[in-house]
């Protein structure tokens, strides 16, 4: 159980292009949603929280203009690179806590979507 | 604000060999602590976890003791193998906006085991 997938596992993109990064719970339902960011050989960083039906909460320095975040289901939240540009390339990692679980710190990782603008 | 560092890897080890993964964490409050790791092609799982001063996590033979005092988490395991191969992140639980826990993840040791 507690499955999350992210689609697509990899992508390519144009710079100027916009691209969408999709994150799935696939057994549970999940009232929040985080967006991480890792650089080769760093750490995790925090982007934003998603909680369904609501703005996301973005972390400081991250725009919410370009990395645009839509949670629209319990089961799905979206991350959308407007404009991508080299310096966006980057592995990205969603993770998702179960709505059951909501007073709990557990949260359930995706696999990651490597961005690459060229 | 809160932060966590862990020992630089890469870390080669050989099978059977013990190991430790060093942990140390500064934060307001008292968080808890976790260790994840990542296999290779895989999402982050939740190794092991510590939610108050002095309690021990363990899992698949790996430990990690809360210690306040010295404000660490160091990851053992006394006998490793080749498939606990993989990234190991160290990380604490912060309360952030909107009183949503967020993690704070360490930048991850690479583990190679060789047979």
């Known amino acids: 159980g507690a499955v999350v997938s992210q689609h697509p596992s990899w992508v390519i993109c144009k710079s100027g292009t916009s691209v969408k990064i999709e994150c799935r719970s696939l057994?549970?339902?999940?009232?929040?949603m985080f967006w991480y960011r890792q650089f080769p050989k760093q750490s995790l960083m925090l982007m934003a929280t998603s909680n369904e039906g609501s703005k996301a909460t973005y972390e400081q320095g991250v725009e919410k203009d370009k990395f645009l975040i839509n949670h629209a289901s319990l089961t799905l939240s979206t991350l959308t690179v407007t404009s991508a540009h080299p310096e966006d390339s980057s592995f990205y990692i969603c993770?998702?806590?179960?709505?059951?679980?909501?007073?709990?710190?557990?949260?359930?990782f995706g696999p990651g979507t490597r961005l690459t603008v060229t | 604000g809160d932060s966590v560092t862990q020992m630089e890897g890469p870390v080669t080890l050989s099978e059977e060999a013990f190991l430790t993964i060093n942990c140390t964490y500064t934060?307001?409050?008292?968080?808890?602590l976790f260790w994840y790791v990542q296999y290779p092609g895989e999402g982050l799982q939740l190794l092991l976890k510590a939610t108050k001063a002095d309690d021990k996590g363990s899992n698949k033979g790996f430990e990690a003791t809360y210690r306040k005092e010295t404000t660490s988490f160091h990851l053992e395991k006394g006998s490793v193998q080749v498939s606990d191969s993989a990234v190991y992140f160290c990380a604490l639980s912060d309360r952030g906006l909107q009183g949503a826990q967020k993690l704070v993840f360490g930048q991850g040791t690479r583990l190679t085991i060789n047979p």
């Open positions: 934060a307001t409050g008292y968080p808890s």
């Open positions: 057994d549970f339902q999940a009232t929040t």
């Open positions: 993770s998702a806590r179960d709505f059951r679980q909501r007073l709990s710190y557990e949260q359930y």
